[in-house]
């Protein structure tokens, strides 16, 4: 393997772009990736020191003027990493399960008087959306979708989603609830059901079907 020495540290590393930067598509940098980065990191504090006010304005004028860019390039970035950082999550937790555990306790015990009033508010929002749907008929619509949550066909301790959301108007009734997993329903939050379904990894016409199918059982 042919080797390469950075003109800046004078270490060596093969020549391949895992250790240089491309300067041209047919050449590498003379300098290694780490060194780059120190100049470029050293440059931006000293111009920051010197001028912080005008970067965090422009900082500030650039979200205010891309936020539906930044949202997209966050959630392409999000779609292509979420399987490595969920194995970073989980690997986190199993090292570190006692500590997670106990900062969950410890947050719920300092915040429990917000725990409490968010019951209290989600309780008045449905009465006041109209509280109708009985145990049975959850049943009922759980065993039509086969126990399983009707998006992503997970089995597992379903919640009702609201397909339109309570906050927007959605009434608690059966004609606009179905079973989804926790993750699909706090994913979903409050965008609308199918524009949300139809870009997600596991969507399946199937499904959608199947949906769409149940919920115009009430509306005929």
């Not at 093969?14 to 780490?34: D, G, I, M, V």
């Not at 597992?156 to 959605?170: E, R, Y």
């Amino acid at each position: 393997m042919q080797l390469r020495t950075c003109t800046k540290c004078e270490s060596t590393y093969p020549n391949t772009e895992e250790f240089f930067y491309r300067n041209s598509p047919q050449q590498l940098k003379s300098r290694c990736k780490a060194c780059c980065k120190k100049e470029s990191a050293d440059f931006f504090h000293k111009s920051y020191g010197e001028d912080k006010e005008r970067y965090v304005k422009r900082a500030l004028n650039y979200i205010k003027n891309n936020k539906e860019r930044i949202k997209l390039y966050e959630k392409n970035q999000y779609a292509q990493k979420s399987e490595t950082l969920k194995e970073k999550s989980r690997a986190y937790y199993e090292s570190n399960k006692g500590a997670v555990i106990q900062r969950v306790k410890n947050y719920r015990h300092e915040h429990r008087e917000a725990k409490m009033y968010t019951k209290i508010k989600r309780r008045f929002n449905l009465k006041a959306a109209g509280a109708e749907f009985s145990l049975e008929e959850w049943n009922l619509c759980m065993e039509y979708f086969n126990n399983e949550c009707c998006y992503c066909n997970k089995k597992c301790k379903l919640t009702q989603d609201h397909v339109v959301p309570i906050s927007n108007g959605g009434t608690h009734h059966k004609s606009n609830i179905v079973p989804a997993c926790i993750n699909c329903n706090s994913s979903k939050g409050v965008k609308e059901y199918l524009s949300w379904y139809r870009i997600q990894k596991f969507y399946s016409q199937q499904n959608e079907t199947s949906i769409v199918g149940y919920l115009n059982n009430f509306n005929k």
